[in-house]
């Protein structure tokens, strides 16, 4: 295992269009973590996930936003109606229970 | 609620000098502190925590970090800069155990910049 994955790399899509991306943790990892980063910012927390257990989301993740990790393994984030502020990279992180986390290279969105 | 800010948008120092990218914190009990680099068009690469014990830490390539809690700061050091090490860096926190919480709240960032 060489390390976490997100695919797509890039999307682009039209305005009102939904979007679904995927992120295969580090496999020994039973944390997972999604970030949003835009231009000149650091990444902003979204969710995470313990196992299979959706355990906090932030302000951020507005109600078009939705994200899964069914049987705690892979995890799906989807944007539903997507507008042109959602364009920005979006990054996978995973974890042990303690451990730090590690990033995926990022799906990055563009919404035209 | 936890902050993160890194006060130097961009770094400059030649090849050889040491470095210093500067961070400051504040979270609700012991703090977790991270840094992590981004290169062009990647996910950002882990290069050292801070959890407990000794305030001088060291990472990958070279890097170290020391902590210091009264002044509630955090900077990234390096004795000899090298080229390589312009990147993007990011300085970011989580509350410990006792304070709860798993998220990284990161500070918008500081280029470096390692010039010849």
């Known amino acids: 295992d060489t390390g976490v994955s997100q695919d797509p790399r890039h999307k682009i899509t039209k305005r009102g269009q939904n979007v679904t991306f995927r992120c295969d943790p580090i496999?020994?990892?039973?944390?997972l973590y999604w970030y949003r980063q835009t231009l000149g910012q650091g990444p902003e927390f979204l969710t995470y996930?313990?196992?299979?257990?959706?355990?906090?989301k932030s302000r951020l993740l507005s109600d078009r936003f939705s994200a899964e990790r069914p049987k705690g393994s892979f995890s799906t984030l989807e944007i539903q109606r997507t507008e042109q502020g959602d364009s920005a990279m979006y990054l996978c992180?995973?974890?042990?229970?303690?451990?730090?986390?590690?990033f995926g290279p990022g799906t990055r969105l563009t919404v035209t | 609620a936890q902050s993160v800010a890194q006060p130097e948008d961009q770094v400059n120092v030649a090849e050889g000098n040491p470095l210093t990218v500067k961070c400051t914190y504040s979270?609700?009990?012991?703090?977790?502190l991270f840094w992590y680099v981004q290169y062009p068009n990647r996910g950002l690469q882990f290069l050292l925590k801070?959890?407990?014990?000794?305030?001088l830490v060291k990472g990958s390539y070279g890097f170290e970090a020391e902590f210091n809690k009264s002044q509630t700061s955090f900077h990234l050091k390096k004795p000899s800069a090298l080229v390589s090490d312009s990147a993007l860096y990011f300085c970011?926190?989580?509350?410990?155990?006792?304070?709860?919480?798993?998220?990284?709240?990161f500070g918008t960032g500081t280029q470096l910049k390692v010039e010849l």
């Open positions: 496999s020994e990892h039973n944390r």
């Open positions: 801070y959890i407990t014990g000794d305030n």
């Open positions: 992180a995973s974890s042990s229970l303690l451990g730090e986390q590690y």
């Open positions: 979270v609700s009990g012991n703090p977790y």
């Open positions: 970011a926190v989580r509350a410990g155990l006792t304070g709860g919480g798993n998220k990284l709240t």
């Open positions: 996930f313990q196992n299979e257990a959706q355990l906090e």
